[in-house]
């Protein structure tokens, strides 16, 4: 297999994986006339424009607990705003305001992850990357917002709950290998 | 193959025949048995596929390792003795008969 990369240089391979990422597949919704802005626009309810119309999922923008417009491609949110989705064709509504959670297994390593980390929020190390085991919580005006665990499952199911508290933590106890997860909640 | 039954907490029992090689939590969900989550689709990275093996069944099981023991650390009401996650428990011919009751939920 001969393949030729957009500097015009070529590379011969056997296997030619691509990972180019996912577009939301909003046609209908669009050709329905549906809002749509790089996914179907729904609100808290996972409602459409239209209120008998409801999408959940990857396909969806919508504004997550932070305020911020996001779409989301996880398990987590498929599963949850889908809940939401029925509550409201229910009639019982409730406001869609899970904290997103990810995980990847890589060989060894175990990636949990719990929240959206942004690059302006105030990293704090727990353990040591050399041993394979650790975690880093990410800080937004002194409240837990994201944490990324490996090999970790405490400090990601714990932090979990601290995100969805808007839970104040001091860095200097969540790096404290001597206080435990379940001391910190 | 193995039969596995699963009891709701209101009693109600469901014999499900799951094949050699399968996970419990498998073959629960498969079978849309109530109760089991199994949000992360068995990556034991969620803790929703808790149940509580029957004691004369504990150990029989194969031993938990400390991936399974730190999740069920934070599932839903643990046992420390019969909880297990059933994304963990293989299906086996010697597992013939299991006995796994379910939490009144899943965190």
Same mark, same amino acid.
């Not at chain 1, 011969?12 to 050709?31: C, S, T, Y």
């Not at chain 1, 509504?93 to 992850?113: A, C, G, M, R």
């Given at each position: 297999?001969?393949?030729?990369?957009?500097?015009?240089?070529?590379?011969?391979?056997?296997?030619?994986?691509? @990972? *180019?990422? /996912?577009?939301? #597949?909003? !046609?209908? &919704?669009?050709? %329905?006339?549906?809002?749509?802005? +790089? @996914? *179907?626009? /729904?609100?808290? #309810?996972? !409602?459409? &424009?239209?209120? %008998?119309?409801?999408?959940?999922? +990857?396909?969806?923008?919508?504004?997550?607990?932070?305020?911020?417009?996001?779409?989301?491609?996880?398990?987590?949110?498929?599963?949850?705003?889908?809940?939401?989705?029925?509550?409201?064709?229910?009639?019982?509504?409730?406001?869609?305001?899970?904290?997103?959670?990810?995980?990847?297994?890589?060989?060894?390593?175990?990636?949990?992850?719990?929240?959206?980390?942004?690059?302006?929020?105030?990293?704090?190390?727990?353990?040591?990357?050399?041993?394979?085991?650790?975690?880093?919580?990410?800080?937004?005006?002194?409240?837990?917002?994201?944490?990324?665990?490996?090999?970790?499952?405490?400090?990601?199911?714990?932090?979990?709950?601290?995100?969805?508290?808007?839970?104040?933590?001091?860095?200097?106890?969540?790096?404290?290998?001597?206080?435990?997860?379940?001391?910190?909640? | 193959?193995?039969?596995?039954?699963?009891?709701?907490?209101?009693?109600?029992?469901?014999?499900?025949?799951?094949?050699?090689?399968?996970?419990?939590?498998?073959?629960?969900?498969?079978?849309?048995?109530?109760?089991?989550?199994?949000?992360?689709?068995?990556?034991?990275?969620?803790?929703?596929?808790?149940?509580?093996?029957?004691?004369?069944?504990?150990?029989?099981?194969?031993?938990?390792?400390?991936?399974?023991?730190?999740?069920?650390?934070?599932?839903?009401?643990?046992?420390?003795?019969?909880?297990?996650?059933?994304?963990?428990?293989?299906?086996?011919?010697?597992?013939?008969?299991?006995?796994?009751?379910?939490?009144?939920?899943?965190?």
């Amino acid at each position: 297999m001969e393949g030729v990369s957009a500097d015009g240089t070529v590379h011969f391979a056997d296997l030619v994986l691509v @990972g *180019i990422g /996912v577009v939301p #597949n909003d !046609m209908l &919704a669009r050709e %329905s006339g549906l809002p749509c802005q +790089d @996914g *179907i626009v /729904v609100d808290h #309810n996972a !409602m459409t &424009a239209d209120p %008998s119309i409801f999408a959940a999922g +990857d396909c969806t923008r919508h504004t997550g607990r932070e305020g911020v417009e996001i779409r989301l491609e996880c398990v987590q949110n498929a599963i949850d705003q889908a809940k939401h989705a029925v509550l409201a064709m229910l009639g019982r509504p409730k406001t869609y305001s899970e904290v997103p959670w990810f995980w990847s297994d890589q060989y060894d390593l175990k990636l949990q992850i719990a929240g959206i980390a942004r690059p302006t929020d105030q990293a704090v190390l727990r353990g040591d990357p050399a041993s394979r085991k650790f975690a880093v919580f990410h800080l937004r005006q002194g409240a837990v917002a994201a944490v990324e665990a490996v090999n970790a499952a405490p400090e990601y199911l714990i932090g979990k709950k601290l995100i969805a508290e808007g839970a104040v933590v001091p860095p200097e106890r969540l790096a404290d290998l001597s206080v435990s997860m379940k001391q910190m909640s | 193959m193995p039969k596995i039954t699963f009891i709701q907490p209101d009693g109600t029992e469901q014999a499900v025949e799951i094949a050699i090689g399968w996970s419990v939590m498998e073959g629960a969900v498969r079978s849309l048995v109530p109760g089991i989550d199994a949000d992360c689709g068995g990556a034991c990275a969620c803790a929703t596929c808790h149940v509580y093996v029957d004691p004369a069944w504990v150990q029989k099981l194969p031993k938990k390792d400390a991936m399974e023991e730190d999740m069920l650390d934070f599932a839903w009401n643990s046992d420390p003795v019969r909880s297990r996650l059933t994304c963990q428990i293989k299906v086996s011919p010697e597992l013939d008969g299991l006995r796994v009751q379910m939490p009144e939920k899943q965190i």
